[in-house]
């Protein structure tokens, strides 16, 4: 997070070298900065993380203060592809972005006054096929669990007509969290996608024929059209 805050600032600063003066642009804070809100210089997200997916769009706000011009602001990313920002509106000193999926990914957002680069704060944003409800623990034994270790989505490249029913695939990785109940050796939990509306499309089923802690396993499924939401049952 510091390597990518560290760039940020650097980038920020490159592109106001024509407007400030090298002492200005030296007054950027060089800590590691939680989001959200900035430290002490003026500027307040209503968010420090945002997650959109591929049919969905998100929006906040960045308010500087009262008397502050908000047609001032810029944002800049670490990695622009992941997902896009937009401004939509301003009032006063407060300013509305649009966020919109890109490619996918994670990234950090800067949002800063372009005339004074001091003035800025940070947010976390996650491009994600699916809007992902992973809870901390899975299964339904409390002696036996296991948790989500990573996921990627990837092409759906069965393309025969009968079958387009998919739109990607997803890869999951869970690991043995906790083994204490040897008479609870096959475990499993399942998981759940979802449309816009909370219906139900697909029961996927998670499981290990045999547990061992710490060990990782590994699913796919496939990833229904008009799916928004990924569950997993939880305990």
């Not at 800025?120 to 699916?130: D, F, N, S, W």
């Not at 990573?150 to 998919?166: I, M, Q, W």
């Not at 449309?195 to 061992?212: I, R």
């Amino acid at each position: 997070m510091k390597t990518k805050i560290k760039k940020m600032k650097n980038r920020i600063c490159s592109a106001m070298a024509f407007c400030l003066t090298l002492s200005a642009l030296c007054v950027v804070p060089a800590t590691d900065i939680s989001a959200k809100e900035s430290i002490g210089n003026g500027l307040v997200l209503s968010t420090d993380t945002i997650t959109v997916t591929t049919d969905t769009a998100a929006t906040f706000t960045a308010a500087l203060g009262e008397g502050s011009d908000a047609s001032r602001l810029a944002c800049i990313m670490t990695d622009s592809t992941v997902a896009s920002i937009t401004p939509v509106a301003y009032a006063s000193n407060v300013a509305a972005f649009q966020v919109n999926y890109g490619s996918g990914g994670s990234t950090t957002a800067a949002i800063y006054n372009v005339d004074n680069p001091a003035v800025v704060a940070y947010m976390t944003i996650t491009a994600t096929p699916l809007i992902m409800d992973i809870p901390a623990r899975l299964g339904t034994n409390h002696n036996n669990y296991c948790k989500v270790v990573s996921y990627e989505f990837v092409p759906y490249d069965f393309t025969y007509a009968n079958f387009n029913d998919y739109k990607s695939t997803l890869n999951i990785q869970y690991q043995c969290a906790a083994y204490k109940d040897d008479e609870y050796n096959r475990w499993g939990c399942y998981g759940y996608f979802y449309d816009a509306a909370g219906n139900v499309l697909s029961k996927v089923h998670l499981y290990a024929s045999s547990l061992a802690k710490d060990r990782i396993y590994h699913s796919e499924f496939n990833v229904p059209v008009n799916a928004v939401r990924f569950s997993i049952e939880g305990f």
